[in-house]
């Protein structure tokens, strides 16, 4: 019953904010609530055994990803304050289009009768985790660590000013 | 033992994908549609860490490919975000149907 | 009181996700509860104590008296100035955004608050004893970062939002170099959780922290400083430059939480670096009290643990009284430069010396490792080659640093040349 109320708050913090980008028109506002979503992640995280993966949504995800989003908008504020409307032409036909597809999975996805195992978990995630990591997985957590230094600098050198002389916008 | 049926955790992440997918698909600004592809991303978590745990309690595969979307959600992002500024410095724009030219 | 323990362990024991061990036990639920309380109210109580000796302390080190009109000695000034905060008006300026701008100083406050939860303050009393411990500090930290961007951006301020600007950009840096240290402690200690870090700290298994691995320490310490934003590190609020950064436009009961979490957050870190590097609550007789009477070695640990957290204190306020203020270009060239090329060295070589003294682990979980070839060294001969091995990475920098300071100054020295002739 606890754990059920513990699930109803954070899905209001994740499907609130969710609602939260596509109602509001400003931006910064967008941005807010998606880090609001994303700590509601967190929490789900938590409920679902994976307390890493929750430390590791906060770190990356609110810490870096929403904030490196609140930044960009700072940075292109101009943006914001534009009067004219933030949806293009398709928001009618995306409107019709999302909750069918929303139902249409639904659907589809409640027929199964999913294989759920009631085991308990047992043991620490965590271990098994770092096992996994550096055994059965070590060569996708290689990859990914060089995906990661390539985005690095090539991020870098996309958002460097080539045009001006000293990069005063830095 | 746990209280959830799966079947939340499904409803939960199917409405979540169609909210980031309704951002990406309305949205002008190339920022808000990141937001959305970030919450379609999200969704799809959900989804590998809650079959993980209803399915196979004692293993940790869904997990593993959770850290490994966040990663590349990561990346991307920080991809994305220095393109956007990049474009913003030299066309005054972020407003993906104004981004239509090749090259500049 | 026998009842009101079993109520309480009957409705922690139901919930599981709260990060407790199965076998709840009511002494268990009881030390939790009380680490609960200290991190609840005595830490935020203690910004009040914290402000008088940080003014006391400065005022003696630029050789003035500094508050002694309210109470004895000025005890009671810190009283007198949380009144002051609490009556002041509570203003919005009219172009801020109202909910983010409110939002703001809760979020700094809380984030500064939940650290807390995970310092173990004497031997079994602890707020919540996670697998994940030093990561999750590193996690709430994100929240604080997040409460002042929305309180810089909120104000409708061009300074709040330098400040905030600058506030993101450093505190983005430095927890790089901050958390590669962490990392390294928790390669040495071989474990996320603080409790876990503070045993292995006795003197059975080698040592604090602080003598084994000096390096990581510095790092760590600088870069925490860093991260609550005080002095020499205080560009997000350099008075001087930008008025007083993202706070700048709040007043009364808000502005009070921000200096909460000011206070607070660097009460964390003094607390955090006597968990992590000076051994926590360890010291002399306390193990062998809690043996005979765990009250009586509760006690003595928290002495143990509140005196390295004050001599902790003591130094960032000395910091504070004594050095510059960095320039902002300076200050991120600092954590990028250099702090964080030398944690990544540090961390390396951390790594090949522990996976030389690593003693063999194989648990029923199936995995195992085998022992490394210097196991049979044990803790002490690990804690003597990790500070041999810190010694030499600081002796590269060292030389590292010298060599670029040499050619800077060749070119400077040439450049003057040229501008001469």
């Known amino acids: ?170 | 033992m746990t209280a959830i049926p799966l079947s939340w955790w499904v409803s939960v992440a199917t409405a979540l994908f169609v909210i980031g997918l309704y951002a990406t698909l309305t949205r002008k600004n190339a920022i808000a549609v990141l937001i959305g592809l970030e919450l379609m991303l999200n969704s799809a978590n959900i989804n590998f860490v809650a079959f993980n745990r209803y399915t196979t309690p004692n293993q940790v595969g869904g997990q593993i490919f959770a850290v490994f979307v966040i990663a590349i959600a990561a990346a991307e992002a920080a991809v994305a975000l220095a393109i956007i500024i990049a474009t913003y410095r030299r066309s005054a724009t972020v407003d993906v149907e104004d981004i239509d030219s090749m090259k500049f | 009181m026998e009842q009101l323990i079993n109520w309480l362990a009957n409705i922690l024991e139901n919930t599981s996700w709260w990060g407790l061990p199965a076998d709840v036990s009511a002494a268990v639920i009881v030390w939790s509860v009380y680490g609960f309380i200290l991190a609840l109210v005595v830490a935020p109580m203690a910004m009040i104590v914290l402000t008088w000796l940080e003014r006391k302390i400065i005022a003696r080190i630029q050789d003035r008296i500094g508050p002694n009109r309210a109470g004895p000695f000025g005890l009671l000034q810190a009283v007198a100035d949380a009144i002051k905060m609490l009556t002041k008006e509570d203003t919005t300026p009219a172009g801020a955004d109202r909910v983010p701008f409110n939002i703001g100083p809760g979020l700094a406050a809380v984030a500064a608050i939940l650290i807390y939860a995970v310092i173990p303050v004497a031997p079994g009393i602890v707020g919540t004893d996670l697998n994940i411990g030093i990561f999750y500090i590193v996690a709430v930290g994100s929240f604080g970062v997040l409460g002042i961007l929305m309180a810089g951006w909120s104000s409708n301020n061009k300074y709040a939002l330098l400040g905030a600007f600058r506030a993101v950009s450093q505190l983005v840096s430095y927890e790089i170099p901050m958390v590669l240290s962490l990392i390294t402690i928790a390669v040495v200690a071989g474990s996320m959780s603080t409790v876990t870090i503070v045993d292995k700290q006795s003197w059975v298994n080698g040592g604090w922290y602080l003598i084994a691995m000096p390096v990581t320490f510095l790092l760590f310490f600088l870069s925490s400083v860093a991260e609550v934003g005080r002095s020499p590190f205080d560009l997000l609020e350099a008075d001087s430059e930008i008025v007083a950064g993202f706070h700048v436009e709040y007043s009364g009961l808000k502005f009070g939480l921000f200096m909460i979490a000011e206070y607070v957050h660097a009460l964390a870190v003094a607390a955090l670096t006597a968990t992590l590097f000076l051994g926590g609550w360890h010291g002399p007789f306390v193990t062998q009290l809690t043996a005979s009477s765990p009250v009586a070695g509760a006690i003595l640990g928290h002495i143990y643990f509140l005196l390295k957290v004050g001599v902790i204190v003591f130094i960032l306020m000395w910091f504070r009284g004594t050095l510059p203020r960095f320039r902002i270009d300076q200050l991120l060239d600092f954590g990028w430069k250099f702090m964080t090329p030398v944690a990544l060295l540090n961390l390396l070589v951390t790594a090949f010396v522990v996976k030389l003294f690593q003693p063999g682990v194989s648990t029923g979980m199936g995995y195992a490792i085998s022992a490394g070839p210097l196991a049979s060294f044990g803790g002490v001969g690990q804690t003597i080659a990790l500070l041999i091995a810190n010694l030499l990475v600081a002796f590269l920098v060292s030389l590292a640093v010298r060599a670029f300071a040499r050619r800077s100054k060749a070119q400077a020295l040439r450049a003057v040349a040229a501008v001469e002739n």
Not at chain 1, 36 to 51: D, E, I, K, P
């Open chain 1, 1 to 170: 019953m606890a754990e059920q109320i513990v699930f109803f708050i954070f899905t209001i913090l994740v499907l609130g904010g969710g609602i939260g980008i596509i109602s509001t028109k400003n931006l910064y506002y967008s941005a807010l609530f998606l880090s609001m979503t994303l700590s509601g992640m967190a929490g789900y995280f938590v409920l679902l055994n994976a307390g890493f993966l929750a430390a590791v949504q906060v770190v990356v995800y609110v810490g870096a990803i929403a904030i490196l989003i609140l930044f960009a908008i700072m940075l292109s504020r101009r943006m914001m304050t534009s009067s004219e409307p933030q949806t293009n032409r398709q928001t009618w036909l995306a409107a019709i289009v999302s909750p069918l597809l929303f139902i249409a999975i639904l659907v589809l996805v409640l027929q199964v009768n999913w294989p759920v195992s009631s085991a308990a978990p047992t043991g620490d995630a965590l271990i098994l985790l770092g096992m996994s990591f550096l055994g059965s997985y070590v060569i996708p957590f290689e990859v990914i660590s060089v995906l990661l230094l390539v985005a690095l600098v090539g991020a870098i050198i996309l958002a460097r000013d080539t045009h001006t002389d000293t990069g005063r916008e830095q």
